[in-house]
């Protein structure tokens, strides 16, 4: 069964302390590995997408990175307006996205 | 900046009524798509659509759903009877081609 999982579940981190949110998948056929972030109530933004392994991308402290089997999203000197629900989402060949429950990153000043 | 809006922000309804929810896709996309997120959980696919057809659906996406594209910009999702398991955050979708989502704000659905 094609899976996607995310973890940890949660983080807390301190403004300044770096970390990453790591997302494993299992499915039959990768088009593209998405990372977008969700506010409360909100829709998802559009954060990366990722296509081959090896690939990486970088916007301002967020980093993403893919091999194989997973995907980091690497968080730099991370700060309060950081805080959000980070969503992992695989595409597959047939274009349907299968999402992770999401890695909920609270950031302490 | 192009977005995809949704309305309304926030529907309640009595269980058994019918409900249509409202998105405007960004305007020079082509595939449309239909999502829901049960409070605490994982996005889950409902619908896409394309060339004024669906190409996929999930599961979920029963009998009681329909979607259609009355006119040139609007995109809809109907519930026809709606169950307390249908309160949910929904999301509507667009993309160019092939590629990335952009999301809609979301409608709160809320069966009593």
């Known amino acids: 069964e094609d899976q996607v999982t995310q973890s940890p579940e949660a983080l807390r981190l301190q403004e300044g302390e770096s970390s990453s949110l790591n997302c494993s998948y299992t499915v039959s056929g990768l088009r593209g590995l998405f990372w977008y972030r969700q506010d409360p109530g909100k829709g998802p933004e559009f954060l990366f997408t990722?296509?081959?392994?090896?690939e990486e991308k970088e916007k301002e402290r967020l980093k993403a990175t893919l091999t194989k089997k997973e995907s980091f999203l690497h968080i730099t000197a991370p700060k309060p307006e950081d805080s959000a629900t980070y969503l992992c989402a695989v595409q597959e060949v047939d274009y349907q996205l299968i999402w992770g429950a999401g890695t909920k990153l609270i950031i302490k000043p | 900046e192009p977005e995809v809006t949704q309305t309304p922000s926030h529907q309640v309804t009595q269980m058994g009524q019918e409900v249509i929810l409202r998105c405007v896709p960004i305007?020079?996309?082509?595939?449309f798509y239909w999502y829901r997120q049960i409070l605490g959980q994982k996005v889950e696919f409902l619908v896409s659509?394309?060339?004024?057809?669906?190409?996929?659906k999930s599961e979920i996406f029963d009998d009681q759903f329909s979607v259609e594209r009355p006119d040139g910009s609007n995109f809809t999702l109907k519930i026809r009877s709606t169950k307390l398991e249908d309160s949910a955050m929904y999301f509507c979708a667009s993309i160019l081609l092939a590629d990335t989502q952009y999301f809609g704000p979301g409608t709160r659905l809320t069966v009593l």
């Open positions: 305007s020079n996309h082509l595939y």
């Open positions: 659509f394309y060339n004024n057809e669906i190409s996929e």
């Open positions: 990722l296509y081959s392994a090896g």
